[in-house]
């Protein structure tokens, strides 16, 4: 199994900055890919990006990519997203999710963060 914690999630000004960050724990060599996703009350939820645990391979949104950025620290076991220029339509929970070698969907997924993004 592999565990997944966000954090870094609160409440910002719009056109500010923010960076969340998901610690992963467990059996991490089980991960091929780890994402960001959003989900903002009453809508469904949203792929933001997503990197390779290997490679560091990338894909993003393409309506995000321009303000948020995924990295990693593969000796920290540790994902980040940083996101800039902040509207209050970025207002979400934004959750970790983990896709296993063997596996074609995000199998793990954190509890997620809370990000508000004032006016």
């Known amino acids: 199994q592999v565990q997944l914690e966000e954090s870094g999630g609160r409440l910002v000004q719009a056109g500010g900055s923010l960076r969340l960050s998901c610690a992963a724990s467990?059996?991490?060599?089980?991960?091929?890919?780890l994402a960001w996703f959003r989900q903002a009350p009453g809508k469904e939820r949203e792929f933001i990006a997503t990197?390779?645990?290997?490679?560091?391979?990338?894909t993003n949104a393409d309506s995000l990519k321009d303000r948020f950025t995924i990295s990693k620290d593969n000796d920290k076991n540790m994902v980040y997203l940083q996101m800039n220029s902040l509207k209050p339509e970025d207002t979400a929970v934004y959750y970790c999710?983990?896709?296993?070698?063997?596996?074609?969907?995000?199998?793990?997924w954190g509890q997620g963060t809370q990000v508000t993004v004032s006016s």
């Open positions: 999710a983990g896709r296993p070698h063997w596996s074609g969907h995000y199998d793990y």
């Open positions: 467990g059996r991490t060599l089980d991960v091929a890919k």
């Open positions: 990197i390779s645990w290997s490679d560091g391979l990338i």
